[in-house]
């Protein structure tokens, strides 16, 4: 097996690494975000929390996570490592950057946004995950949900991730296109177009949750 | 003149490269790894004999002085290769071929050589679709074909405007594959200073590391000389910055002789200069003469916009002078044709400079028309003008482009030093005293992939002893004469440029050993030439050290060079009583200002013998023409 | 022709060798519009060896943009500000009177400055030697008629291998990533027939030599495309990608 751990070592594998693994997350955050629009359904947190259940006593839960996870962790160090062997082929900077004149904002800062989603992560699972698995502080996730958002700190800087995420997301989506190799004078443009259409749906969509609660949800 | 020997095989013209491959001795397989082979440059033609003759087994040391093969000036060809394909059914063979280019050449090349030339032009075309040079193709997916000046069949392939990059990357491709395979050594940055000469045997090179600035010894079994031409002694030409006649000059002065050094090739359509601070002038391709029209103002000194000049007070002079090839006369012609109308003051401005005109082809094609034929070019001419060629005429003006002139070479493109080869533009050549559009390429590569590979074989064949030691004395003579070149430059100290003694000499020249010779003009030129060289020697400032990266230093040592070469050049235009092709006197000429050849007594190769700074012996070789007709060229 | 220079303050790289250490250098300079970048820098060094200085060292060779030995970053662009050509192809009249200007040389680890804005760019043709190229011997090859190909095929060919070697791709890429020089001739002979019998250990063994020459790997900025003056497109770059994992899938080169 030494030629595939070669090959994804190779620059061109580890593109394809963090393709295919940027590719699985952005089929995740579809069915995660479907799954979060329960929080809308004004019965007082009832279809989300029957939804929460759903998931949370789901045969191979245990398997589906490790696998999320992993996904995760294999994105993260594979873009840091990736983020310190490209800043070492460049050991002396230039004077002037003029990077906005040759790319866009998206694709030149994707390690910050990346970074900035990553901490938002780790919050994120600390005050929904955390709270409501391991610790099982409250067995009413709706609630959790609701008491989290109230705090307009949180949620502005929740909203401002998505945005960021938006930001990753639209690079991202393309770059995978484009790192798997499907780049064609006909379908590129409309991918480009999905793929702007897919972050700001994502982007408003989570940023609605906190909208909604901190300013919409009058709470029962 | 035992030395003169052509070596041309006897027979008829078409059975001479056959039978000779036949007759010349080979070096057994296994014994080619036993020779080595310096080729310097990586043109068209070194690097396609460097490859050549890796992939047969020899051990090749490549040199160029570039970072890498693919800037040689071969990649800023732009029309086309020809080729006796005759895939267009348009009448075209090699026996044509041959014709056409020992006629447009105004009968100043040997038939043999022009004969094998077109004989292999074939193969080259073969040989680079397989390497995946992306010729031009037509619907069907076979191979297109355009015409060129000085034909009357469609025999170029091309390749867009960037055929010679297309056959320098094949080339190269070839070259890297060799590289790779261990069977080249690369030695990039390179600059080649002398020829080691060892029993009147070329034994090995002296060469300075253009980074470190050392000085290197090379010994090999032969030396292949693929160097290029010499146009920059004009100092503003078509050439790259870097193309420089030294490798070739300084193996001149170790004994090989140097041949119709004035045979320049002055290209029509080029920029005209746009100030004192101009480094090059680009060259547009000469296919714009197909839809423009040339004219300059019938009254002196017209300042007014070309635009404002009406029609009836404008002097289309090539339409008038030559109504049947009108704005389609060779190069030479359409070249004199501008300096003649500037000189009399009628060019744009009252400078040098004419105008190429599309008006009437827009107005009577299209402006989408003329923008598919030419958009790259009018592109081009924007980007470094800033004019719009669509809404005034183009100013165009002659330029030097192309040396015919080069080191002698027998019919084995072996020079008057044995095992020194000369291949390419650096030999004297197939194309007489005019070379035609297209034919560059074809000879860079026929010599490369196609003679050398054979010929070297014979001669090494007989030429067996082991590689030399490069503690030999004469590689210690030959490295001390650049030591000491390169200090004595360094020592003057002067107080003026580099660039100021090149800009000087170019000047002389252009104007004296330009497009029009005179006897006058000539001897004022050899005699400003030898004083401006005693100046040089007296005065320049070259500045920096010899242990370092120094491009002052490069450029001291060719300009060096130059300002001897130059000499020899006005020397030869002097001597060569006549005009033919690149080569005007303005003493010979017909009635109605045409080039008149004097095949009596100047149907000769005049090859130089170096003998000291300022003084050469002649060596002829005579040509003779037994299969094409001496005639007058005529383009009325 | 104007006749109005132009007045311009330059921040010009100096460095003396590989290893010494560079510094930005300002130089004054009045220059016609016509002239070129390059002939400004000729005039520059004219006046320092009047002065008895060293000239500033920089390459170029044709000047008619085709060679790529030119290469200069520009206010941060490689060859710059106009797109689509190369340094020696950029005139002073797209500058404006009293323009702070700064030039400074093509960085990536694997370009080292060998002297002020002259690098080295032999990585690329080590690249090259592994496999840019069909392994044909001269002679014996088959009529060059009898290898058809589809016009816009041989014309996709050319485009990618209209490449002039210059560099600009990794000068530009934050990563200094060597992928569109790559893909370029990777995808001159992968669209060719001639090309498709080495066309799989082509790909392996020239992305393998990319790696060991430390350029970095690419993110799909797409910022070589912008500067490439050859306008080389980076769908070559998802050929690569695409041809790259199909051979890593199907060669049986398990080494």
Not at chain 1, 184 to 203: D, E, Q, R, V
Not at chain 2, 316 to 327: A, C, H, Q, V
Not at chain 3, 44 to 63: G, M, T
Request: a neutral charge; charged letters at 25%.
């Amino acid at each position: 097996m030494s030629w595939l751990l070669e090959s994804l070592n190779s620059s061109i594998g580890k593109k394809i690494l963090m393709a295919v693994t940027g590719i699985s997350l952005i089929l995740f955050l579809v069915g995660h975000l479907s799954g979060n629009m329960a929080l809308f359904a004004n019965d007082g947190g009832k279809s989300f929390n029957a939804y929460a259940e759903f998931l949370h006593h789901l045969p191979g839960l245990m398997v589906i996570e490790i696998i999320l996870a992993s996904v995760f962790l294999l994105h993260i160090l594979n873009a840091l490592r990736l983020w310190v062997e490209n800043k070492k082929a460049r050991p002396v900077k230039y004077a002037v950057n003029a990077s906005s004149k040759n790319s866009t904002i998206f694709s030149r800062t994707m390690v910050q946004t990346g970074s900035i989603i990553l901490i938002f992560l780790i919050v994120h699972l600390k005050n929904f995950w955390y709270e409501y698995v391991i610790l099982k502080s409250n067995d009413n996730l709706f609630e959790i949900v609701v008491e989290t958002f109230k705090d307009p700190v949180y949620s502005g800087l929740y909203i401002l991730a998505m945005i960021l995420l938006g930001f990753h997301l639209n690079h991202g989506f393309q770059s995978a296109f484009q790192t798997f190799g499907w780049n064609h004078k006909k379908y590129t443009p409309f991918i480009n177009f999905l793929g702007a259409i897919y972050s700001i749906a994502m982007a408003v969509g989570f940023a609605s949750m906190p909208i909604y609660f901190l300013f919409f949800y009058g709470g029962n | 003149m035992a030395k003169l020997d052509s070596k041309v095989p006897a027979g008829n013209v078409q059975d001479k490269w056959t039978d000779h491959k036949f007759n010349m001795k080979l070096v057994n397989p296994a014994n080619k790894r036993k020779y080595d082979v310096i080729v310097i440059g990586a043109g068209l033609a070194g690097a396609s004999a460097a490859a050549t003759m890796g992939e047969l087994g020899y051990n090749v040391k490549l040199f160029t002085y570039h970072d890498s093969g693919r800037r040689a000036h071969s990649i800023a060809a732009q029309g086309g290769i020809n080729a006796a394909k005759n895939y267009q059914n348009d009448g075209d063979s090699v026996y044509r071929l041959f014709y056409d280019t020992v006629k447009g050449g105004d009968f100043r090349a040997r038939e043999a050589n022009v004969h094998r030339l077109a004989e292999v032009s074939n193969s080259i075309i073969d040989q680079c679709v397989a390497q995946g040079v992306p010729f031009a193709r037509d619907y069907g997916g076979l191979l297109d074909n355009r015409s060129f000046g000085g034909a009357q069949v469609s025999r170029t392939f091309y390749a867009r405007g960037q055929t010679g990059q297309q056959l320098l990357l094949g080339a190269i491709s070839a070259l890297n594959r060799q590289i790779g395979l261990g069977n080249v050594k690369e030695y990039t940055r390179r600059e080649m200073l002398e020829v080691v000469v060892v029993d009147d045997h070329a034994r090995g090179v002296i060469v300075r590391n253009l980074v470190t600035g050392e000085v290197e010894r090379h010994s090999a079994h032969a030396v292949v000389l693929a160097t290029g031409g010499y146009s920059n002694v004009f100092f503003l030409s078509t050439n790259a910055m870097n193309c420089n006649g030294t490798a070739a000059w300084r193996s001149h002065k170790q004994g090989a002789y140097m041949a119709n050094p004035c045979f320049t090739q002055i290209h029509p359509t080029c920029l005209p200069v746009h100030g004192e601070g101009q480094s090059k002038l680009a060259l547009m391709s000469e296919s714009l003469r197909n839809d423009g029209r040339i004219w300059v103002s019938k009254k002196k000194d017209d300042k007014r916009h070309a635009n404002d000049i009406p029609e009836d007070e404008r002097d289309y002079y090539l339409e008038r002078k030559y109504p049947s090839f009108g704005n389609l006369t060779p190069r030479d012609i359409a070249s004199r044709s501008a300096k003649e109308a500037c000189d009399s003051g009628r060019g744009v401005n009252g400078g040098e400079a004419v105008n190429l005109d599309f008006k009437h082809a827009i107005e009577r094609l299209g402006k989408n028309v003329i923008e598919e034929r030419y958009g790259n070019l009018f592109e081009m001419y924007e980007t470094i003008t800033g004019k719009n060629p669509y809404k005034e005429p183009m100013n165009i003006y002659p330029a030097p482009h192309y040396t015919m002139g080069g080191l002698w070479v027998d019919y084995n493109l072996m020079s008057t030093i044995p095992g020194l080869f000369v291949l390419g533009e650096a030999n004297f050549s197939d194309h007489g005293a005019n070379r035609l559009g297209a034919s560059a390429l074809m000879q860079g590569l026929a010599d490369g992939y196609f003679v050398i590979p054979y010929t070297i074989g014979n001669y090494l064949a007989d030429n067996k002893d082991p590689l030399m030691s490069t503690d030999k004395e004469e590689f210690v003579q030959a490295e001390k004469r650049v030591t000491d070149h390169v200090e004595k430059l360094l020592a003057i100290k002067g107080t003026r440029t580099v660039d100021d003694f090149h800009k000087k000499l170019g000047r002389i020249m252009w104007n004296k050993v330009g497009m029009a010779r005179n006897e006058k003009g000539l001897k004022e030129a050899i005699s400003e030439i030898s004083q401006l060289r005693e100046e040089f020697w007296k005065d320049v400032n070259v500045i920096g050290s010899a242990g370092t990266l120094n491009q002052c230093l490069e450029r001291a040592g060719r300009v060096a060079d130059y300002l001897e070469l130059g000499e020899l050049m006005a020397k030869d235009a002097l001597d060569r009583k006549e005009s033919c092709g690149g080569h005007f006197r303005t003493e010979y000429q017909t009635e109605d200002g045409e080039a008149k050849r004097n095949d009596e007594e100047y149907a000769y190769v005049a090859a130089w013998e170096f003998k000291d700074t300022g003084n050469w012996e002649l060596h002829k070789e005579d040509l003779e023409f037994e299969n094409v007709k001496l005639s007058q060229r005529s383009y009325k | 022709m104007s006749d109005v220079k132009l007045k311009l303050k330059l921040k010009i790289w100096r460095q003396p060798g590989s290893d010494a250490v560079g510094k930005l250098v300002d130089y004054d300079v009045e220059v016609s519009p016509d002239d070129s970048f390059l002939e400004m820098l000729d005039q520059i060094n004219e006046s320092l060896e009047k002065n008895n200085q060293e000239p500033i060292v920089f390459e170029s060779d044709c000047r008619e943009g085709i060679c790529g030995a030119c290469g200069l970053v520009i206010n941060g662009q490689p060859h710059g500000p106009v797109p689509r050509i190369t340094t020696c192809q950029l005139h002073m009249r797209h500058f404006k009177n009293g323009d702070t200007i700064y030039v400074e040389p093509f960085r990536a680890k694997a370009f080292p400055v060998l002297k002020d804005l002259l690098v080295d760019r032999t990585p690329l043709d080590k690249i090259l030697q592994v496999g840019g190229f069909v392994s044909i011997n001269t002679g014996g090859v088959p009529d060059a008629n009898e290898i058809p190909i589809a016009k816009d095929v041989a014309a996709q060919s050319f485009d990618a291998a209209a490449c002039i070697g210059c560099g600009a791709c990794v000068a530009s890429c934050k990563n200094a990533s060597a992928m569109l020089f790559v893909s370029a001739k990777v995808s001159q002979y992968a669209l060719l027939p001639q090309g498709q019998p080495e066309r799989q250990r082509r790909v392996e063994a020239m992305v393998k030599a990319m790696d060991e020459q430390g350029f970095g790997s690419c993110t799909n900025t797409y910022a070589c495309e912008a500067e490439c003056p050859k306008g080389i497109s980076i769908s070559n770059i998802a050929r690569l990608n695409r041809d790259f994992f199909s051979a890593k899938l199907k060669s049986k080169n398990v080494s």
